[in-house]
């Protein structure tokens, strides 16, 4: 497996089912970096210089290591109930949300919901979120009203690598482009 493979797995792992490889998490997250690497290596060539590499060089920056480097985990995007100590924010006046052709209609009528995962995600300028929503197919973009939003009482909370998360975005404070 490549680097890119081997980070998807990780995200798999360190995200949604920490069991494939026979690990757990605590209820931050944190995965001990040594069973990590113990349960990925029985499949593939896996050490702790590969996992430093994928860190380091991962363009979505999904992963944090704690200080000693005992410890990683996802810095967001889980459908497993983590607390990964986000700090609550003010968001910026606008965010953004792309998705694909195929949610519109959903979204139009709903809002953003966070599906599977914990949180809905929000980018903090158009053409990032242009790129998220060509991962479904033709993007489709929502300009979020996050001032009214945060005005309104919701609460907004910024990521490690920098992705905006709330809970959801009623139909009311979206529009879309």
């Known amino acids: 497996m490549g680097l890119k ?18 690990i757990t998490l605590d209820e931050h997250g944190w995965a001990d970096v040594d069973e990590l690497i113990e349960g ?12 430093e590499k994928i860190v380091r060089t991962d363009e979505k920056q999904r ?15 889980h459908s497993i109930e983590v607390d990964v100590e986000l700090e609550e924010k003010e968001p910026p006046e606008i965010l953004w949300h792309g998705t694909g052709e195929k949610f519109a209609t959903s979204i139009d009528n709903i809002g953003l919901i ?19 929503g060509r991962r479904h197919g033709k993007p489709v973009l929502y300009m979020v009203n996050t001032r009214e939003m945060y005005k309104d009482g ?11 998360l ?12």
């Not at 493979?5 to 026979?22: A, D, F, N, V």
């Not at 499949?43 to 702790?48: C, G, I, L, P, R």
């Not at 919701?154 to 905006?164: A, E, P, R, T």
């Open 154 to 164: 919701f609460k907004f909370f910024l990521s490690k690598n920098g992705v905006w």
């Open 5 to 22: 493979e081997t980070s998807k797995y990780m995200s798999l792992i360190l995200r949604h089912k920490p069991e494939t490889i026979g």
């Open 166 to 177: 709330t809970k959801e975005v009623p139909v009311r404070y979206l529009e879309k482009q």
């Open 63 to 77: 992963y944090s290591f704690n200080d000693d480097k005992t410890k990683i985990r996802a810095n967001q995007g």
């Open 40 to 51: 990925i290596s029985r499949t593939q060539n896996f050490n702790m210089d590969i996992l």
């Open 114 to 132: 966070p599906k599977s995962r914990l949180y809905v995600h929000l980018s903090k300028d158009a053409e990032t979120a242009t790129i998220v």
